[in-house]
């Protein structure tokens, strides 16, 4: 799911068997976050057995579609996902995941806010290059992209994925069409990019 941090978006992973929340120390310093020593001796264990080293622990606000909520993250070395929201903050701000929809629906305050989940860079909720398409250096054009199915002849947001990074992606809401919309892009680089096709592809997350 995606968390806003002041400015920043950034993709947290809900993990209901970790009961700490945590951060990449990577991730801390890009956003600026002071880091506290932490008093905890507790070790933590990666689910493959591994133990995090714990460096320290920041207060964060939190922004869920406009609401705050503050909590202390966990700063740790060698994290595999940026951020990962634990069972700890699912218990402090009455959170579930209601299954029974697809995809799965994250709550918060007893169901006050409800937004869908995603897999990083998925088919379902991405879209894909058309066409392998050549970009010169500080180039903006407009391009033919797939669409999911499940978007088909239906109108939807269309947003740049963290993952993707050697391009700009304008947010816009766009009609799906035949499987197909359009998606403005910008290079911003001092060199050529090429997008490729089905062979190679590239996602924008679609909502």
């Known amino acids: 799911m995606t968390v ?28 600026n976050l002071k880091i506290n020593p932490t008093s905890s001796n507790r070790p933590l264990v990666s689910a493959t057995g591994s133990e995090l080293e714990i460096i320290g622990h920041t207060i964060v606000p939190l922004y869920f579609k406009g609401l705050q909520v503050t909590h202390t993250v966990s700063i740790v070395k060698q994290l595999t996902a940026v ?5 700890d903050f699912l218990s402090a701000n009455s ?19 409800n937004f869908q989940m995603f897999s990083r860079c998925d088919e ?47 947010n816009a809401f766009v009609a799906c069409k ?12 001092p060199f050529v990019i ?7 592809r590239k996602n924008y997350r679609l909502g």
């Open 124 to 170: 379902t909720n991405s879209v894909t290059v058309a066409q392998t398409t050549c970009f010169p250096a500080y180039h903006e054009a407009y391009i033919r992209v797939k669409t999911g199915s499940k978007f088909n002849n239906r109108d939807a947001q269309l947003e740049q994925h963290s993952c993707i990074s050697c391009v700009t992606v304008a």
């Open 178 to 189: 035949n499987n197909e919309t359009v998606c403005r892009l910008l290079n911003h680089n």
């Open 4 to 31: 806003e941090i002041g400015k920043h978006k950034l993709d947290a992973l809900v993990d209901t068997g970790a009961i700490s929340t945590l951060m990449s120390v990577e991730a801390a310093k890009a956003l």
């Open 95 to 113: 959170g579930s995941i209601d299954y029974t929809r697809k995809p799965p629906v994250f709550c918060l305050f007893d169901g006050l806010i």
């Open 194 to 200: 090429v997008l490729k096709g089905n062979e190679n």
């Open 83 to 87: 951020f990962l929201l634990g069972s």
